[in-house]
């Protein structure tokens, strides 16, 4: 590592100094410019690209149909992917306030979700007056599976699937099938933990 260079300057001593600043212009506008190409392009592939397409794509399908058309879309799965939520049960009851009970259609693309959300929204699709078709392009599994037979109609892609209707209920430190708690309670007896206990309750 090489030593820092220190330079001692005495009281009194006048060293003339002179510092110049010049900006490249040419440098700072092509910065600009491949920087602004990689926002652009971030913004229009991430958030607008993907949003844009699918607004057209249901606008056509609307057009071909002659019914009205909700999707319900949850693309990522994972940890903290999309899935059905609670949250989601006000936005679909406002948009089925606005269909007016007339026929629509409900394309479903999702893992599944919370528990209850999915009851929620099975509850708020059974309620509407008019018959609703659910069209499973590729899949809807577990709560995607329970909103599916909440419907009058079924349709499934080519290749499509449907999951088993099985309520994951648990935490951290124990998360299975609700009707496996039941078992684990069963086989644990007495030394079985406070949560396998509210966890099966809760399955029931």
């Known amino acids: 590592m090489a030593e820092p260079i220190t ?61 009205n058309v909700l999707l319900i879309r949850h693309n990522d799965i994972g940890l903290f992917g999309q899935m059905i939520r609670e949250s989601e049960a006000s936005k679909i009851s406002e948009a089925l306030q606005k269909f007016k009970g007339k026929p629509f259609d409900l394309i479903l693309h999702t893992p599944g979700g919370s ?43 080519e290749g499509a ?15 299975g099938s609700a009707n496996a708690w039941d078992k684990v309670i069963k086989i644990k007896g007495k030394k079985a933990k406070d949560n396998s206990i509210m966890n099966s309750y809760l399955g029931k």
């Open 115 to 157: 528990l209850f959300g999915a009851l929620l929204i099975s509850r708020i699709l059974k309620r509407y007056r008019g018959k609703i078709t659910s069209i499973i392009p590729y899949y809807a599994m577990s709560g995607g599976t329970m909103l599916t037979l909440s419907t009058d109609n079924i349709v499934l892609g």
């Open 161 to 175: 699937s449907l999951g088993a209707v099985d309520p994951q209920i648990g935490g951290l430190f124990g998360y």
């Open 7 to 67: 330079i001692a300057i005495q009281e009194g001593t006048k060293i003339p100094l002179e510092v110049i600043t010049q900006t490249n212009y040419a440098q700072f506008t092509l910065s600009l410019v491949i920087g602004g190409f990689f926002v652009f392009y971030f913004l229009w592939k991430v958030i607008k690209f993907d949003t844009l397409t699918t607004k057209i794509g249901l606008f056509k399908f609307k057009l071909l149909t002659k019914r």
